[in-house]
């Protein structure tokens, strides 16, 4: 069964902290993984997205790494906001004629003073 | 540019009372999905529809019902709420062609729905 497992699930860090955020997954076959950041009361937003020949990708403060070998991504905050507060949704999907999305469970961020 | 936008942002009904989401977007996307956020569990797809006229179930599609009015548009009705409906509904849209075969999801802001 396909699943994304995402950890913690939930941090709290202190403004201008950094903090890494992981994204573990067995949706097979692989195409590509997204991260989406969800305000509170929100939709989610994507903030990037990486494909199977990609291991590291940055968007601002915001840095995505991919390691398909070990089916594992990790989102890097840096220099925390207290606009960063919010849940980071990890997305996987699959390939093929039966392609779909799995979505996992969020981590909960709350930057603090 | 509105994106996607869902109505009504909450809503209260009791048990055996019907209701329809309304959905629309403005970015001329082909896709539109309907999902439901649950504390605890990622997003499920309930409904999708690949292109006006078609709609598709997904994951936990028992007691809605969808209608594709147009491109624009894409409700869901719940005929006879239960309290296990109880949740967060999000419509999204997809621009869903060969050539944006990694184009994100745009979401709607939700409603609250809370059945009695």
């Known amino acids: 069964k396909n699943q994304v497992e995402q950890s913690p699930q939930s941090l709290i860090i202190l403004e201008g902290k950094n903090c890494t955020l992981q994204?573990?997954?067995?949706?097979?076959?692989?195409?590509?993984l997204r991260w989406y950041k969800q305000d509170t009361g929100r939709g989610p937003v994507s903030l990037t997205i990486?494909?199977?020949?990609?291991n590291t990708k940055s968007n601002g403060r915001y840095t995505a790494t991919l390691d398909a070998d070990t089916k594992q991504s990790s989102l890097h905050i840096t220099a925390s906001q207290l606009s960063d507060s919010a849940s980071y949704i990890c997305?996987?999907?699959?390939?093929?004629?039966?392609?779909?999305?799995?979505f996992g469970t969020g981590t909960r961020l709350q930057v603090t003073l | 540019n509105a994106g996607v936008t869902q109505t009504p942002k909450f809503q209260v009904l009791k048990t055996g009372q019907s209701m329809t989401l309304q959905c629309a977007q403005d970015m001329n996307h082909n896709s539109m999905y309907w999902y439901r956020q649950d504390p605890g569990m990622g997003l499920r797809l309930i409904y999708y529809s690949a292109s006006e006229g078609t709609t598709d179930k997904g994951e936990v599609p028992n007691g809605y019902n969808v209608s594709r009015l147009n491109k624009r548009e894409f409700s869901l009705r719940l005929e006879s709420a239960a309290p296990s409906q109880t949740s967060v509904y999000f419509c999204?849209?997809?621009?869903?062609?060969?050539?944006?075969?990694?184009?994100?999801?745009?979401f709607g802001n939700g409603t609250r729905l809370t059945v009695t």
């Open positions: 999204a849209s997809r621009e869903d062609r060969p050539s944006s075969y990694n184009s994100p999801l745009h």
């Open positions: 994204c573990n997954y067995t949706v097979s076959p692989f195409s590509n």
């Open positions: 997305v996987v999907r699959s390939t093929g004629t039966a392609s779909k999305l799995t």
């Open positions: 990486m494909t199977f020949s990609e």
